[in-house]
């Protein structure tokens, strides 16, 4: 079994929708580990160098705007599997799209407020973790891994 990391953000509507515990928890309910969190104002420059892959979408601006609006909340997630796992957990781009049970099907209407950003393969991970976190995240192991992970 090989562990996998993935990079998770509420983006600043979901903060202010109150749905921080909400997405926590499903993510921690599923039996993740969580191994990094910060809740940052983040500034023009860094959102641009997250989203560079899409700096010729015609929605990049606003979509920077949109990232930089308000507080988010950074995450890595650890598991098997965690990346792809994590996407059906966040449910498609485009909410109308997402099925019933998934963050963005039971949380959001719009495109470009789709509560939650998750990396999208274990390379962007990497570089969506060394950019969020460069300290690295936190080594531990819980308790129960024995008791989701055969
Ligand atoms: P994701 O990996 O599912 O988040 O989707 P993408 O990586 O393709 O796009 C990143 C983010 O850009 C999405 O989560 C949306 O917030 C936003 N976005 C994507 N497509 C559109 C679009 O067509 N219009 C607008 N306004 N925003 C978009
Ligand atoms: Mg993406």
């Known amino acids: 079994m090989t562990m996998e990391q993935t990079f998770v953000m509420i983006k600043p509507d979901g903060v202010q929708r ?3 515990g909400e997405i926590i928890g499903r993510f921690e309910k ?3 580990s969580l191994k990094g969190l910060k809740f940052v104002n983040v500034e023009r420059d860094f959102a641009e160098k997250h989203y560079a892959d899409l700096s010729s979408k015609p929605f990049f601006g606003v979509l920077v705007d949109y990232i930089i609006s308000g507080p988010v909340v950074a995450m890595v997630w650890e598991g098997s599997n965690v990346v792809v796992t994590g996407r059906k957990i966040i449910g498609a781009t ?5 099925a019933p049970g998934t963050i963005r ?3 959001a209407i719009h495109i470009s407020r789709n509560v939650i950003h998750g990396s999208d393969a274990v390379e962007s991970a990497r570089k969506e973790i060394a950019l969020w976190f460069p300290e690295g995240p936190i080594a531990w192991r819980s308790a129960v891994e024995p008791w989701i992970y055969e």
Do not use: C, R, T
């Open 105 to 107: 099907g039971d949380y």
């Open 18 to 20: 109150g749905l921080v």
């Open 30 to 32: 599923k039996g993740f």
């Open 94 to 98: 485009n909410p109308a799209d997402s």
